[in-house]
């Protein structure tokens, strides 16, 4: 009896109250990130989400406040900030964009009361997703550490908070799509990427988040520029088979494989229809933000053509009701993780979002990528690079070229035998992703933050970081050797004329 009360107190003081802000009504940010929330909860914690996907079935110590109903504003944002493919726009619209978009749909959701009651509550830890400083707003009314999230690889504004180094070449941003050996041209954009998205940060984001957050919460709360300086870790999706090789700060840890849950059988009919497939099936899917763009009937027309002339059976993911020929069933959603675990699936068809890329390498399956927006140019790169995929532009592709490097794709062993290779090594990590995030969650409470892991970058003036005035000094020294030499050549040129003009006179 004693033991377990002594039992009970222990672990009624070892859980923590934490709070899990995440505002992006994005199936991905949701999927890439909640398994870790779930598990804090089912380690004794007392969690609290702000969630566009609230579970169907309720979970212990698992508290959500539901945002859903902003999901149809979160899309039109998008739409409304980018009406065309990144590779289409200037990188100013990006930056403007990424910077409108989410901040817009933020303003509507500190107007509901439920998600302001969170915000003023006490907390041991609060988890924010990095996608706009205004989600630092969660950490105005309390002092607890925080931590950010991405279900990619940070923002700039994430690395920069925790003074992690972000080379322009090494780490060029990913919206950018650049992966491999930058040209000059690569080099000279991402260069000015960064410099733009800084300055654009610094003077223009922060500024006007302060005021939203001001305009709902008060004049007297510190600005989000202070409550980012208290950021204590990043936890950000990363790994080295999808992702570029980068250096880290101690307080950027990369999780990986988050989404991975335990596989589940598949629906009937669809097991049916792979199982008694005779030359293997093709999945196709444009993964959850399908619906952002325009896919214009031509571009769709060439899809659908090119998916009823291959000699495979095919899954689409698209939302038609429509008579098809009984090698293609389409429908709205697909158990993607167990088809893709299915033996007799040869190839996926993906635009390349991160979540996709992970359970197709995780699964062997070699890809054919169609990249769009966001992250995907860069993975679908990277994929290539890795020799488990190729790529086409789906805007201007014809139904031939889809047709062949679906088929070429699926008949070449060498795309399977990369896929193979290249999923030990993603395998092969000392602990699963979600327990890894667990412990760092709870690593900060243990030490009540972690300015023990703060970057000696986040207190030195950029010049000193960049070594501007080394570089200053150098080239001080080399001007003053220059007016040394310069002086001694006129000297000796000069003694040398006067030597002339006297040998000449002696003459
Ligand atoms: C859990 O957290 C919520 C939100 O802060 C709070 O209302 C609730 O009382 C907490 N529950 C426990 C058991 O501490
Ligand atoms: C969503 O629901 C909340 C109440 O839960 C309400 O305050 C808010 O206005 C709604 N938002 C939209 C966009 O419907
Ligand atoms: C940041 O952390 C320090 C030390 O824990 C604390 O004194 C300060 O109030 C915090 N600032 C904000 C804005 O949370
Ligand atoms: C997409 O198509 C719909 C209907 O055809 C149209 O109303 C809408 O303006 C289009 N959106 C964009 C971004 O082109």
């Known amino acids: 009896m004693k033991l377990c009360i002594i039992l009970f107190l222990v672990n009624f003081s070892a859980a923590a109250d934490i709070l899990a802000f995440m505002v992006i009504p994005g199936l991905s940010h949701h999927r890439g990130l909640s398994p870790i929330f779930e598990e804090l909860a089912v380690e004794g914690h007392n969690v609290t989400v702000v969630t566009a996907f609230p579970r169907e079935k309720p979970l212990k110590n698992f508290n959500e406040i539901d945002i859903s109903n902003f999901t149809t504003m979160h899309f039109d944002s998008i739409r409304k900030y980018f009406p065309k493919p990144f590779p289409e726009m200037y990188q100013i619209e990006i930056i403007l964009g990424l910077f409108h978009n989410i901040n817009d749909v933020l303003d509507k959701i500190l107007e509901v009361e439920s998600v302001r ?43 920069d908070a925790l003074g992690n180094p972000t080379h322009p070449v090494l780490t060029p941003n990913f919206v950018l799509g650049i992966e491999g050996n930058p040209s000059f041209f690569d080099r000279l954009r991402s260069t000015t990427f ?19 957050a001001r305009k709902h919460f008060g004049e007297n ?20 088979v999808a992702n570029s090789i980068k250096p880290t700060v101690p307080a950027v840890v990369d999780i990986n494989l988050i989404h991975i849950k335990a596989k589940k059988p598949l629906p009937n009919d669809i097991q049916e229809f792979m199982d008694k497939s005779k030359r293997g099936v093709v999945y196709f899917s444009l993964g959850t933000y399908e ?35 009984c090698n293609i069933m389409v429908k709205r959603w697909f158990p993607q993780h167990d088809v893709l ?52 532009d789906i805007f201007t592709m014809t139904k031939k070229d889809l047709t062949k490097t679906i088929t070429q794709v699926a008949e070449s062993q060498k795309y399977k035998d990369s896929a193979i290779k290249q999923s030990k090594i993603l395998k092969d990590q000392p602990m699963k992703g979600v327990k890894k995030a667990v412990w760092w969650v709870e690593y900060v409470i243990r030490h009540k933050g972690a300015p023990h892991l703060r970057s000696g970058f986040l207190d030195m003036p950029f010049y000193q970081y960049y070594l501007l005035d080394v570089m200053g000094f150098f080239l001080l020294c080399f001007f003053l050797i220059m007016v040394v030499f310069y002086k001694m050549l006129t000297y000796v040129l000069s003694l040398k004329k006067i030597m002339c003009t006297k040998k000449i ?3």
Not at 144 to 152: K, N, R, T
Not at 222 to 229: C, G, N, R, T, Y
Not at 293 to 313: F, G, K, Q, V
């Open 221 to 240: 709360i510190p600005s989000l520029a202070e409550v980012q300086k208290n950021t204590s870790l990043a936890l950000f999706t990363h790994n080295f």
């Open 341 to 392: 675990g299915h033996p007799k699936l040869k190839v996926f068809v993906t635009q390349g979002g991160a979540n996709s890329i992970e359970q197709a390498i995780y699964e062997t399956v070699p890809m054919v990528m169609l990249p769009v927006q966001g992250d995907q140019g860069q993975n679908a790169k990277k994929m290539v690079s890795m020799g488990m995929a190729e790529m086409l």
């Open 117 to 159: 009651n969170a915000i003023r509550s006490k907390y041991d830890v609060i988890l924010v997703e990095n996608i706009t400083p205004l989600t630092y707003v969660a950490g105005i009314m309390n002092r607890a550490p925080i931590i950010i999230l991405s279900p990619a690889p940070g923002w700039l504004g994430g690395h």
């Open 505 to 507: 006179k002696s003459q």
């Open 194 to 212: 960064n410099i733009l998205w800084r300055t654009l940060y610094t003077y223009y984001d922060l500024p006007r988040c302060d005021k939203i």
């Open 291 to 325: 619906l952002t763009y325009n896919t214009t009937e031509h571009r769709m027309s060439i899809i659908r053509e090119a998916l009823m002339s291959l000699p495979y059976d095919v899954l689409w993911k698209y939302h038609i009701d429509e008579d098809m020929p």
